[in-house]
């Protein structure tokens, strides 16, 4: 059976990807893929998504450089959310952090919890 | 500032949460939060839920046991996903595994991962 049987897509066609850095542990973001992109991922061994916002495909990091490398695609229960496994290039977030969850809760208000690696606009000019 | 105003609910007035064991660094699962299942996440020191598919508010280990006390509440860099450190008891899939994800594409199939730590029927029997 095909694990694309397992999966459930939203009305949109889409699945969140939950992106784990495997050396680490760290959960470094969270993004949509639909089929197409799950396709690519496994053909190319970097990861591919779909953006809402933009409405556009886009692999990880083909702007900053900071790409992912896929070492595992597993899916939950349910089929409706995957959890990747990746060596990370880099920082993962576009504001430059390792993670996109670099805030936490605190009383009410929140923290930032880990240095910020690179300033988002020298990421971005790496390519441009 | 409260860290509400930094967060996005989707049309549903829902926002993703990624639960991982802080002890293992395993993600266990992902589900889905209002705005006031976050608040009594907060209040309770236990992870609150919103059951898209039964509509209904629930407590994870309401009825298994299996509650997550809650260590962290991180959010991402646009806001729009959760992601919750826990202590997990027992097995967080109700399908008797420690995590959800135990299940991995395999050469256009899958494989299971790990082992399953209980039968669903004597998770579910515990407290009925």
Redesign the interface.
């Known amino acids: 059976?095909?694990?694309y049987d397992?999966l459930k897509f939203d009305a949109q066609g889409l699945i969140?990807a939950?992106i784990?850095e495997q050396k680490?542990?760290?959960?470094v973001?969270?993004a949509w893929m639909n089929r197409a992109s799950i396709a690519d991922t496994?053909k190319t061994g970097k990861t591919h998504f779909w953006s809402r916002s933009r409405q556009k495909y886009w692999m990880k990091g083909e702007e900053s450089g900071n790409t992912q490398t896929v070492k595992?695609?597993?899916?939950?229960?349910?089929g409706d959310?995957l959890?990747i496994q990746v060596e990370q290039v880099g920082a993962a977030?576009?504001?430059g952090?390792q993670s996109?969850?670099?805030?936490?809760?605190e009383n009410?208000?929140?923290k930032i919890?880990e240095p910020q690696l690179q300033k988002p606009e020298e990421i971005y000019k790496k390519k441009k």
Chains 1, 2 share one sequence.
Not at 24 to 27: D, I, L
Not at 73 to 78: G, L, M, R, T
């Open positions: 059976m095909s694990f397992k969140p939950i784990q680490t542990g760290r959960v973001m969270m496994i595992d695609i597993a899916f939950d229960c349910d959310v959890l977030c576009h504001e952090y996109c969850f670099f805030r936490s809760v009410g208000g929140f919890t």
